[in-house]
């Protein structure tokens, strides 16, 4: 996938860069030679340049890859397989939410976690109990 | 990879409801990460993510320190999260009571005002501490959790003046709730949904506390109910586990064969999958060994 996009993003661009080429010589002709007549560009010219920003294009969408499949478990940081969905389909929040649900969060966790009504006197105290439990 | 991890558990606020065994672990990676080039704005988010952590596990020097970078870099005059900061610290550190936290905080947020009004008063518009500084009034209503009643007079009182605020909803029916009020816990749940209706765990929340009525009155009706939620929840996010295992519950008190099949079958996926997190997977095995 990356080789094709890389090739036609190769193809493309040299093609742009000869139809300018081509276009600025030509130019450079009318102005020299024909300056009091009209003397529109070559038609292969124009069709030159539109070639070459339409395989710019599909070297684009090509290489646009889906999401990574590893995320990382948020809580312990254990690596943990995620979900692959195909790119450039539309986004179905049942199946978005995946991802998240892998890393063992989620975007209205805030909700829940409440760190504004945090009580830190009883965190602490119960973390300490676990330490001592712990020890033992 | 680990730096976008802590950002997501301070934005998450997983920080306050982390299980005790993987504090030492993200505390760890968190100083670790310190050291490292970071911008202005990861850096401070860790640092207050650090704050609370350290003052969790009792480092209380390397709170402050914390603490004081924060305030060297933001002037507490100016800033109300400082403020904010400043009375978690003094609330865990010292042996106060809540009620002179409180009033610390409010001496602060008094100064606070009071500077910037002077400041202001050229530009005309001046700051007032109970419309402006919303941090802080959510602060002070946190700090009156030791007597119910008054809790919930006063939690009531902060949902008038800012009535989307999600956490403070999800509190009051956890107060309602410990008190068992469930109609007023789902109502206040369900004041959440009106601001997030996308929110699944909320779904799962309420459908959670029906399922509890439920087993307590044996009402068919709360079940009903509780399906619903799930159904909603599980529709949100696919693999959402507590979604799952309450359609499973309450499928089985309904009768619903079918419904225990699909549900069986989604949480054999998910944990054939590893779809969600390894403690959450651990607590599907046992459901469903049961």
Redesign the interface.
């Known amino acids: 996938m990356a080789l094709t996009s890389f090739v036609l993003y190769g193809i493309g661009v040299i093609l742009l860069i000869n139809s300018g080429y081509s276009s600025y010589e030509h130019r450079q002709l009318s102005k020299t030679l024909l300056h009091s007549r009209h003397f529109p560009l070559p038609l292969d010219v124009k069709m030159e340049a539109v070639v070459g920003c339409v395989l710019v294009l599909i070297g684009a969408i090509i290489s646009i890859q889906p999401n990574q499949t590893h995320v990382v478990d948020v809580a312990s940081g254990s690596v943990v397989e995620g979900y692959t969905e195909e790119a450039l389909r539309p986004i179905d929040m049942g199946k978005a939410t995946i991802r998240q649900e892998a890393m063992g969060t989620s975007d209205y966790a805030q909700i829940e976690n409440r760190p504004g009504y945090i009580d830190i006197r009883a965190r602490r105290k119960e973390y300490q109990e676990w330490l001592a439990t712990e020890k033992k | 990879?680990?730096l976008?991890?802590l950002l997501?558990?301070h934005?998450?606020?997983?920080?306050?409801?982390?299980?005790?065994?993987?504090?030492d672990?993200?505390y760890t990676?968190t100083k670790a990460t310190l050291l490292t080039q970071l911008s202005d704005f990861e850096r401070f988010t860790l640092l207050e993510l650090q704050f609370?952590l350290t003052?969790?596990?009792?480092l209380d020097i390397e709170a402050k320190h914390c603490l004081d970078l924060i305030c060297d870099r933001f002037d507490i005059t100016k800033s109300e999260r400082i403020c904010v900061l400043k009375s978690?610290y003094v609330?865990?550190t010292t042996g106060s009571t809540l009620r002179e936290v409180s009033d610390g905080l409010v001496k602060d947020a008094k100064e606070l005002v009071r500077l910037s009004n002077i400041a202001k008063s050229s530009m005309g518009g001046k700051l007032n501490i109970m419309q402006d500084l919303m941090?802080v009034t959510?602060?002070v209503v946190?700090l009156h959790?030791e007597d119910v009643k008054e809790y919930t007079e006063k939690l009531a009182l902060f949902l008038d003046l800012q009535p989307l605020d999600?956490?403070?909803w999800?509190?009051m029916s956890e107060v309602y709730l410990a008190n068992g009020n469930t109609d007023q816990a789902i109502h206040c749940l369900s004041e959440?949904l009106l601001t997030?209706p996308?929110?699944?765990?909320?779904w799962s929340?309420i459908g959670e506390v029906q399922l509890m009525t439920g087993f307590k009155t044996s009402d068919s009706q709360r079940f009903e109910e509780a399906k619903r939620h799930f159904a909603r929840s599980?529709?949100?996010?696919?693999?959402?586990?507590r979604g799952w295992l309450g359609l499973l519950e309450s499928a089985k008190r309904l009768g619903d064969k079918k419904l225990v099949e699909l549900s069986r079958t989604q949480l054999d996926k998910i944990v054939s999958?590893?779809?969600?997190?390894?403690?959450?997977i651990d607590k599907i095995s046992q459901i469903l060994a049961n």
Do not use: D
């Open positions: 990879m680990s976008e991890r997501e558990i934005r998450s606020g997983l920080y306050a409801t982390l299980p005790l065994h993987q504090i672990s993200v990676l609370y003052l969790t596990m009792g978690v609330e865990a941090a959510k602060r946190a959790h999600t956490e403070s999800y509190e959440i997030e996308f929110a699944y765990n909320v929340r599980c529709e949100l996010c696919e693999t959402y586990h999958g590893k779809l969600t997190s390894a403690e959450n």
